[in-house]
């Protein structure tokens, strides 16, 4: 993958990485991150940040590595109650939003959700719907967006998923052929106030560790913190 990000000369963008409802590899995630140029990433649980009240807005974006219920959950007495009144807030500032890999499947029946990824059906086709170990042919579907400006096409071992198509509203900047995943893989949007990209990619460390993908974090964070 060939391009390089713009040395940026800006104070460092804040990003609350939010994860919750799916395991990873914390070393190897936290790695990636730390590998970030110009940005301060914070990982946080999803309790962390719903729990956080007006201080969760002061970062610049909110990234989620998030994969929890299919709606928020309601009247259970705990902290739990808060994910919904906190999350409805997002849009209400200029806050990037950044949603990564199983991200775009959180609260998979919440129609709020939906509209901040911009697939009215979130629901995986087929027997799973999902496939680990592929290997992936990215391709720049749009090369004018500063997400993409000056990248090529690569292929990561990453895990696909097939399910509807970001609807006609959304930009679509990196797309697959692959025949077990959705076409799009890539794609950015505006959700009230805020900027919002959505990366399928990012599974496990063979993603991580990938360069590319890496790269196209870095400057979805950038972008969706009105940086680039």
Same mark, same amino acid.
């Given at each position: 993958?060939?391009g390089?990000?713009?040395?940026?000369?800006?104070e460092?963008?804040t990003?609350a990485?939010?994860t919750?409802?799916?395991?990873?590899?914390?070393?190897?995630?936290?790695h990636?991150?730390?590998?970030?140029?110009?940005?301060d990433?914070?990982?946080?649980?999803l309790?962390?940040?719903?729990?956080?009240?007006?201080q969760?807005?002061e970062?610049?974006?909110?990234?989620f590595?998030?994969?929890?219920?299919?709606?928020?959950?309601?009247?259970?007495?705990?902290?739990?109650?808060?994910?919904?009144?906190?999350l409805?807030?997002?849009?209400?500032?200029?806050q990037g939003?950044?949603? #990564?890999? $199983?991200?775009i499947?959180? *609260?998979? %029946?919440?129609?709020?959700?939906?509209? /901040?990824?911009?697939?009215? !059906?979130?629901?995986?086709w087929g027997?799973?719907?999902?496939?680990?170990?592929?290997?992936?042919?990215?391709?720049i579907?749009d090369?004018?967006?500063?997400?993409?400006?000056?990248?090529?096409?690569?292929?990561?071992?990453?895990?696909t998923?097939?399910?509807?198509?970001?609807?006609?509203?959304?930009?679509?900047?990196?797309?697959?052929?692959?025949?077990q995943?959705?076409?799009?893989?890539?794609?950015?949007?505006?959700?009230?106030?805020?900027?919002?990209?959505?990366?399928g #990619?990012? $599974?496990?460390?063979?993603? *991580?560790? %990938?360069?590319g993908?890496?790269?196209v /974090?870095?400057?979805?964070? !950038?972008?969706?913190?009105?940086?680039?």
């Amino acid at each position: 993958m060939a391009g390089t990000t713009a040395e940026l000369g800006q104070e460092d963008v804040t990003v609350a990485v939010i994860t919750g409802g799916h395991p990873y590899d914390v070393r190897g995630f936290t790695h990636m991150f730390r590998r970030i140029r110009a940005a301060d990433c914070y990982i946080h649980h999803l309790e962390d940040f719903v729990c956080a009240g007006a201080q969760a807005q002061e970062y610049d974006v909110a990234l989620f590595y998030t994969m929890p219920e299919p709606q928020p959950p309601r009247n259970t007495g705990g902290w739990e109650d808060r994910i919904q009144p906190a999350l409805e807030e997002l849009g209400t500032t200029e806050q990037g939003i950044f949603l #990564l890999h $199983h991200a775009i499947l959180t *609260y998979w %029946d919440w129609p709020f959700w939906s509209d /901040i990824v911009g697939i009215r !059906q979130r629901h995986l086709w087929g027997e799973h719907g999902y496939h680990h170990d592929q290997e992936i042919r990215v391709r720049i579907s749009d090369q004018d967006h500063p997400i993409t400006r000056g990248l090529t096409d690569w292929t990561i071992t990453d895990e696909t998923y097939e399910m509807d198509e970001p609807a006609a509203d959304n930009r679509i900047l990196l797309t697959t052929d692959h025949p077990q995943s959705m076409t799009a893989i890539g794609w950015t949007r505006t959700f009230r106030q805020s900027r919002v990209f959505c990366l399928g #990619l990012g $599974h496990d460390n063979q993603a *991580y560790a %990938d360069d590319g993908l890496r790269q196209v /974090i870095e400057r979805g964070i !950038q972008w969706c913190a009105r940086r680039i």
